[in-house]
């Protein structure tokens, strides 16, 4: 008997391939349009008059009119519009109305420390929590899988900037086992290197300033701990579900009627069957950082993306404010597809 | 007919406990030679559990207690597990039932094939994959090397089903339980997947349990044939004695199954009777030769 | 065989009745055998007696607190948990317990409001895109999309700055960013549904869509929306005490459990208790929507972990 001849040739292959790039770039590019207009949207309701918010209140009438008409603001609406996706694709965001530079440059300026705080908390939530699914799996209802149960449920229910005060005055204040608010003490932030990449762990260690190595991750520990916290509670919730769903497969019973161990039939045929659910949860996790980080961050007084965004919020800076939301709009789509794609790469069903 | 290889004697399978507990097997007894033994029974009458007994793969939840369960002296419900893992796949294998789900859909072909062999043998993976490609042109498939690349979604029911059968006997084993190894298959390719099984048991000597709801099947391919209803055996005959049947069971089944060579108006329909359940085995001894 | 003799009496005869006489009958039957399912769930249990008990504190509120929630006493500021002040008081002197259980009033308020909200909009958006199919589906699903880009706090943060803060704008923020997920679900369950032969043969009896989509397709999505909507409360309570905890939400002197957090914030160093009884009772209501939210769906579909 033959294998099942493929109708499909290679030529016709790639044409597939193609045609499946065109619709998901166009779907891409339409709701990236989308979200420009919604952030548009929310940037024309605000009560705030934008002129008002440069020149202050005691402007003069015509100054008054010569900056309604700088921004554009004397245009239709669908002009405004226009001229907002001009100004997209050439990567100006505008400028910020408290400090009057950039506001893609002011992202570009805190965003290193955003990054940094939500790999080191993935890096732990990922660590522990896919281990702790699996497991939890495999000796499921046991006492270890309750337990697992328990403490991510916790970690999901728990409000993360409450977790974050409260580890702060518990760990800090009483205990004095980590250190309190900021990234780095103030003594060692002037020995930083002014071009340092802002990553503060990779520049102090390329250093070789160690005390203040330490004393970064010293800042770091708990607020990447408590962020990890809910993505371990995420993850392994998340494992445990996928490979509950694999062991049950017949493919298992078949792994172990060959002979071959309980550890090896898990790992090695059950959880790289689960490899890339796995992986699409923990990229969904570091996208949710981001919005976990912005508390989180107002917590521990994190000079970085979420706390810029809160605090253009407050001041009523709404180019920032909307310029932040954007860019938070683009990585998490870009973060969907780059799951999707992962699926077509290493499913070879899909192919 | 020389000692058994697998003896079974009152083996009982029990899921659950308390109100809810599920007597599924009661009081199982039979032996195995080196000869194709047939199981018949119908949904839920407690063979494919026996099937999995014997090679302790039930579920958690079950129970399982004997009088006596040894396969080549072995007690297999005294072997830790440890034990139980070199006598899997190297001594009793199994074949499941549909290669669709019971292959591993991420793996090639050929690797799974190589596993089975290399959790025994240590041998280099060169070594590995030549016996590998040996095993898959053993069982009729035509371009080894080709096949040896593929994913089982990529391949048919027929050629998965082989792919199966050389998995489970590269390591060699004594004996094969074969669990429903054609019900997810078209008609027309059972013959054939079942000729391959034959001439590899008889090349190699091994036994095999032939695990089936379907009596003409069993009947045409296996020595002995056990019926199964409601966890209990009713009767143990040779497959050419099967006309001779007693139990009315056995009779009812083969009442109910349309021959062209006896047509009938009416096919009879299987009256159950609930003295079945309890009723001891009619057991037909195999002939001396 | 079938043991008759076990079910006698009256009640217990009926509802375990192997053979219903009515349709009526079937149904209650099944519905029984649902909340037995329910009730052997423990923690499913635990999590509704949570929700009970702050459904009661919200409701005797004036009854039970000791205190009056706005009584401010500078003399008594940020004292430690006492027998008169059984969770201390705060930095201007008012007591944290009462101020606590009348908190509990604007998170249910926060809650029921959303959920009436977010399940209708959800379920409607969501069966109507998945019964026509088609550019309604294609421009429904978009916007769907176009939401589901953002973290539901960073969209109402946004929603709210927009609008202005207050309890009623958080609100609406609130069930603007909530409202995709259950649309998503409810699309994806019609899509299935869609398919079956019932469905077509109400089509053929000539039933107009919007019948069949109230009367036939609605019901179908209930269950899963259900459970989704409730473990999605779960994260409502997180998001509406962050919303609070930002002072976008309700305003003070109004005792919402986040602006509590955000108030006691300088203070916490020194005095714990004042983000102790707030954080737990957040705590506390989200557990108990996903303990709930798990439990309903082991209830409707056994088959999950």
């Keep these: 008997m033959t294998t099942r001849r493929s109708p499909r040739t290679a030529n016709s292959r790639y044409r597939r391939y193609l045609r499946r790039a065109l619709t998901t770039a166009l779907s891409i590019a339409l709701t990236l349009l989308g979200l420009a207009a919604l952030t548009f949207l929310i940037g024309r309701l605000l009560p705030l008059d934008p002129v008002v918010a440069i020149l202050g209140d005691g402007a003069s009438e015509e100054a008054y009119q010569a900056m309604f008409e700088k921004l554009g603001l004397d245009q239709p609406l669908y002009i405004q519009f226009f001229r907002y996706l001009r100004d997209l694709a050439n990567l100006d965001l505008g400028n910020s109305l408290t400090t009057g530079r950039p506001v893609l440059e002011e992202i570009a300026r805190v965003f290193p420390a955003t990054i940094e705080l939500a790999t080191v908390a993935i890096v732990f939530g990922a660590g522990l929590g896919t281990p702790l699914g699996v497991v939890s799996a495999m000796y499921r209802n046991s006492i270890v899988d309750n337990v697992v149960r328990v403490t991510s449920l916790l970690g999901y229910s728990a409000p993360h900037f409450w977790l ?36 503060l762990l990779i520049d102090t260690a390329l250093a070789g300033d160690w005390a203040a190595f330490g004393n970064v991750v010293s800042h770091i520990f708990l607020p990447a701990v408590i962020l990890g916290f809910g993505a371990m509670a995420y993850i392994s919730r998340m494992t445990r579900s996928f490979m509950i769903e694999q062991l049950s497969q017949e493919y298992i019973t078949t792994a172990r009627a060959k002979g071959l161990s309980r550890v090896r039939t898990v790992w090695f045929h059950a959880f790289r069957n689960v490899g890339v659910q796995v992986v699409t949860v923990i990229a969904l996790s570091y996208a949710f950082l981001l919005e976990g980080a912005v508390l989180t961050e107002t917590v521990f007084a994190w000079p970085c993306f979420g706390r810029f965004l809160t605090n253009s919020l407050l001041a009523g800076d709404m180019s920032s404010v909307v310029g932040c939301t954007l860019i938070v709009g683009i990585i998490f789509i870009s973060l969907n597809l780059i799951c999707d794609l992962l699926y077509l790469v290493l499913d070879p069903r899909t192919r | 007919m020389d000692k058994p290889l697998l003896t079974i004697e009152d083996l009982h399978l029990v899921f659950g406990q308390g109100q809810n507990a599920v007597h599924a097997v009661r009081g199982v007894s039979f032996n195995v030679g080196r000869e194709k033994v047939g199981i018949v029974g119908e949904s839920g009458s407690g063979k494919s559990q026996t099937g999995r007994a014997i090679m302790r793969l039930s579920p958690s939840t079950v129970n399982i207690v004997a009088k006596k369960m040894d396969f080549d002296g072995i007690p297999l419900l005294q072997q830790t597990e440890r034990q139980m893992r070199q006598i899997r796949g190297n001594r009793i294998s199994m074949i499941l039932q549909d290669p669709k789900f019971s ?33 898959l042109d053993a069982v009729r498939i035509r371009d080894c090397e080709r096949v040896f690349n593929l994913y089982p979604h990529e391949v048919s029911g027929g050629m998965g089903q082989r792919v199966m059968i050389a998995m489970m006997l590269i390591p060699e084993p004594d004996m094969i339980i074969a669990d429903e190894p054609t019900s997810a298959l078209d008609v027309s390719v059972r013959k054939q997947v079942l000729s391959v099984l034959d001439e590899l048991l008889r090349q190699r000597g091994t036994a095999l349990i032939f695990i089936s709801h379907d009596l003409n099947l069993v009947a045409e391919f296996c020595d002995r044939v056990l019926v199964m209803y409601a966890g209990r055996v009713v009767e143990d005959i040779a497959a050419r004695d099967l006309h001779k049947a007693i139990h009315p069971y056995t009779r009812g089944l083969l009442d109910s199954l349309p021959k062209l060579d006896q047509p009938r108006d009416v096919l009879s329909t299987l009256q159950r009777d609930p003295i079945w359940r309890d009723a001891p085995t009619i057991f037909h001894p195999r002939e001396v030769r | 065989m079938i043991d008759n003799e076990k079910y006698v009496s009256g009640w217990s005869a009926w509802i375990n009745a192997p053979i219903p006489d009515t349709p009526l009958q079937a149904r209650i039957q099944l519905l029984w055998e649902s909340l037995r399912r329910f009730a052997a769930n423990g923690s499913a249990l635990f999590g509704l ?11 005797f509120a004036p009854l039970i607190v000791p205190h009056d929630i706005f009584d401010q006493d500078l003399a008594k500021q940020l004292q430690a948990p006492s027998s008169n002040n059984l969770f201390g008081t705060d930095e201007l002197g008012r007591d944290i317990f009462s101020r606590m259980i009348f908190g509990s009033r604007i998170t249910l308020y926060i809650i029921a409001l959303t959920a009436i909200i977010v399940g209708p909009v959800g379920l409607l958006v969501g069966t109507v895109a998945g019964y026509f199919g088609g550019w309604v589906d294609a421009v429904l699903m978009r916007i769907v999309d176009i939401f589901l880009a953002f973290p539901s706090l960073i969209l109402a943060l946004a929603f709210v700055a927009a609008l202005g803060p207050g309890i009623d704008n958080a609100i609406i923020a609130i069930s603007l960013a909530s409202w ?7 699309r994806a369950e019609t899509l299935t549904i869609r398919q079956s032969d019932y469905i077509n043969a109400i089509r053929l009896i000539g039933a107009d869509p919007l019948r069949i989509i109230l009367r036939h397709v609605m019901p179908m999505c209930l269950p899963s929306v259900v459970v989704r909507l409730t473990l999605n409360m779960a994260a409502i309570v997180l998001t509406a005490a962050g919303l609070g905890f930002l002072g976008l939400g309700a305003q003070p002197p109004s005792p919402e459990w986040g602006s509590m957090l955000a108030s006691g914030r300088q203070f916490i160093l020194t005095s714990w208790w004042i983000a102790a009884a707030p954080g737990v009772a957040i705590l506390l209501t989200s557990l108990s929507f996903n303990l709930l939210g798990d439990g309903l769906r082991d209830m409707l579909d056994p088959k999950h972990g």
Aim: hydrophobic share 50%; glycine share 8%.
């Design chain 3, 49 to 59: 007696a949570i929700l009970c008990i702050l459904i009661s504190m919200a409701t």
């Design chain 2, 103 to 135: 292959l591993n859909p991420l793996m090639r072909i050929g690797d799974q094939v190589v596993e089975a062999y290399r959790v025994h043998h240590k041998v280099s993976r060169r070594e590995a994959r030549a016996r590998a490609l040996k095993m």
């Design chain 1, 164 to 199: 974050g005060l409260m580890g702060l005055s518990i760990f800090y204040a009483m205990l004095n086992w980590v250190d309190g608010p900021g990234r780095i003490d103030v003594t060692y932030e002037f020995l930083l290197p002014e071009n340092g990449t802002g990553f």
């Design chain 3, 180 to 186: 995709p997920p259950i649309a998503r679900l409810a």
